[in-house]
């Protein structure tokens, strides 16, 4: 790429940013710093290319060479029948529909007294201090440049606050919907969720494609746990299979907390995830898991990154995907365990499948250990279904079909059963079987 086309690449940017500050809603005064250092830091780093070792296995080429416009609210808004199906049926609901709230399709739920659940854009009108102190501090712009873009542009998103003490029971929804226009169009939502100390909590976000219509999602999620604070955290992506989808989010863990994230990976045609965790106090805990369905030409990537800073803390990551036609599959985990992180409990593991000759992993798992009192392990498989399994479900009266779609969904449920949230599960359970070749006749076998 030519040094000429890289420039037009990053103006196109420059007029969405200069148009953003001249309308005058670019958020509070503090704000207006942390935007401009972002995106003159995006215009030195430009989109990464593979020639970047972090970006080794995914070209995003075909990002950078769109003309993606600001996102806008459609015309003709969804209605309540086209969001209904990915409901979870009980606590409040964020929906924001092409990066913008829309409060005719969110519900405020029965949330326990000072639990703050609103758009992004009603906590910077608010000017909520929580926000002022944990947008931008936990997700490092400086070397990441769909980060610092997505710093530079957000326009709305979700801000989430649980008081020291409170459980809040029902899970709270962040639903993002993409309806695409006559052009590509680009959304930079950014979520803050901040749980303090003792406090419980089930957060999801949901991404979901309305239109077969090019378009990017590019999000950011900052989550901070305060000491002793569980956290259950699920990032759903479903977008429609001509979207791009770039994700990143930061978990930052004080002293004994038990957080989790689970990434499930169901649409997008060129999709990547990253996934950070930084344990910043004794007795933390982390766990990640994940699950990419992949046929035709998808490319997920998943990148995951664990900071062990302090002693005593522990730290799980199992993710799996299945691979058919021309699919490609990326997984990069990278565990780090500081000097003074003694007694680190660490373990990282990455399953995948293949479904035919042209499908595609690549698997890069990594230790880097500083401390010498640890128990640390990591490890990758990648295969085929078992013919000798295959076999034996054939020799019991399945077809072939139906026992190739047996042995598939008993290696991706496993991930899927890691889900506690029954509403949740029970949408994944049965998009997985709606992906399977045979999964309609699969539902009487696996039914409990």
């Known amino acids: 790429m030519t040094m000429t086309q890289v420039k037009e690449q990053q103006s196109r940017y420059l007029d969405q940013f200069e148009r953003f500050e001249r309308g005058g809603d670019g958020g509070p005064a503090w704000l207006l710093p942390i935007r401009k250092a972002a995106f003159a830091r995006f215009t030195e780093l430009g989109?990464?290319?593979?020639?970047?070792?972090?970006?080794?296995?995914?070209?995003?080429?075909?990002?950078?060479?769109?003309?993606?416009?600001?996102?806008?609210?459609?015309?003709?808004?969804?209605?309540?029948?086209?969001?209904?199906?990915?409901?979870?049926?009980?606590?409040?609901?964020?929906?924001?529909?092409?990066?913008?709230?829309?409060?005719?399709?969110?519900?405020s739920g029965n949330l326990p007294d000072g639990v703050v659940v609103e758009s992004l854009a009603a906590a910077f009108e608010r000017g909520d201090a929580l926000l002022e102190q944990h947008l931008a501090p936990h997700v490092r712009f400086e070397d990441q440049a769909f980060v610092a873009?997505?710093?530079?542009?957000?326009?709305?998103?979700?801000?989430?606050?649980?008081?020291?003490?409170?459980?809040?029971?029902?899970?709270?929804?962040i639903l993002y919907v993409s309806v695409a226009g006559e052009t590509p169009h680009v959304a930079h939502p950014r979520n803050v969720f901040v749980v303090d100390e003792r406090a419980e909590a089930t957060l999801v976000e949901t991404y979901v494609g309305l239109s077969a219509r090019p378009y990017l999602t590019n999000a950011v999620t900052e989550l901070v746990a305060g000491d002793g604070a569980t956290v259950d955290h699920h990032k759903i992506q479903r977008e429609a299979s001509s979207a791009f989808h770039i994700a990143s989010l930061q978990m930052h863990q004080f002293r004994d907390t038990n957080v989790s994230s689970h990434n499930m990976s169901f649409?997008?045609?060129?999709?990547?995830?990253?996934?950070?965790?930084?344990?910043?106090?004794?007795?933390?805990?982390?766990?990640?898991?994940?699950?990419?369905?992949?046929?035709?030409?998808?490319?997920?990537?998943?990148?995951?990154?664990?900071?062990?800073?302090?002693?005593?803390?522990?730290?799980r990551e199992f993710y799996k995907a299945i691979v058919d036609d021309q699919g490609v599959g990326v997984f990069s985990g990278r565990i780090i365990v500081r000097e003074d992180a003694q007694k680190t409990d660490a373990k990282q593991t990455n399953q995948s499948l293949l479904l035919s000759p042209d499908a595609r992993i690549e698997s890069k798992p990594q230790l880097e250990i500083f401390a010498d009192d640890v128990k640390c392990t990591h490890g990758a498989t990648v295969g085929q279904l078992d013919d000798e399994a295959l076999f034996y479900l054939r020799s019991r009266g399945l077809a072939p079909d139906t026992a190739k779609s047996l042995l598939l969904y008993a290696f991706a449920d496993q991930n899927v059963h890691e889900i506690k949230l029954d509403p949740l599960r029970a949408q994944l359970e049965r998009l997985l079987l709606e992906w399977l070749p045979q999964g309609v006749l699969l539902k009487n076998i696996t039914a409990p």
């Open 47 to 107: 989109f990464p290319t593979t020639k970047h070792e972090e970006w080794r296995y995914t070209n995003v080429s075909p990002i950078a060479q769109t003309e993606f416009a600001q996102s806008m609210a459609p015309n003709d808004q969804p209605g309540t029948g086209a969001v209904e199906p990915f409901s979870l049926g009980a606590g409040a609901v964020i929906t924001l529909v092409n990066g913008r709230y829309v409060p005719a399709l969110s519900s």
């Open 149 to 173: 873009l997505n710093t530079a542009l957000m326009d709305d998103g979700a801000f989430v606050h649980v008081p020291a003490g409170v459980v809040v029971k029902d899970p709270i929804h």
């Open 267 to 315: 649409g997008g045609g060129l999709v990547r995830n990253d996934v950070n965790a930084l344990l910043d106090g004794e007795g933390g805990y982390a766990t990640m898991t994940g699950l990419s369905l992949l046929d035709g030409t998808r490319h997920v990537d998943n990148h995951l990154y664990v900071d062990h800073a302090k002693p005593h803390c522990g730290s």
